[in-house]
């Protein structure tokens, strides 16, 4: 079973940036869907970013479009959320997730992390 740390978050003021890391404990994680979900308290998880098996598919919300990129970084076996000009909206738990080859669903979660963006 693969596991997912995330690490990065943080607090920032409006305008700054993060890096949100998510680090996967097998090699095998190379071959999965990732993506990186957000919670807002009092509202429903939602999906902000993903990064399919090929570069070019990746998928942004358009909350985030033109602000965040997804990348990964296969020799660490981690996915990486760069995330430019926060906004006090982004303020959220993150989840890393990983979607395993022929999974209907993400079937793999991280913990979460805290980014909090305020003035």
């Known amino acids: 079973q693969v596991q997912l740390v995330e690490s990065g978050g943080g607090s920032v003021r409006p305008g700054e940036s993060l890096r949100l890391s998510c680090t996967a404990s097998?090699?095998?994680?190379?071959?999965?869907?990732v993506g990186w979900f957000r919670q807002s308290l009092g509202k429903e998880r939602i999906l902000v970013a993903s990064n399919g098996r090929s570069n070019y598919a990746n998928y942004y919300s358009d909350s985030v479009k033109g602000r965040f990129t997804i990348s990964r970084d296969k020799t660490r076996n981690t996915v990486y959320l760069q995330m430019n000009n926060l906004k006090p909206d982004d303020t959220a738990v993150y989840y890393c997730?990983?979607?395993?080859?022929?999974?209907?669903?993400?079937?793999?979660w991280g913990q979460g992390i805290q980014v909090t963006v305020s003035s």
């Open positions: 997730a990983g979607k395993s080859p022929g999974a209907d669903d993400y079937n793999v």
């Open positions: 097998t090699r095998t994680f190379s071959s999965y869907v």
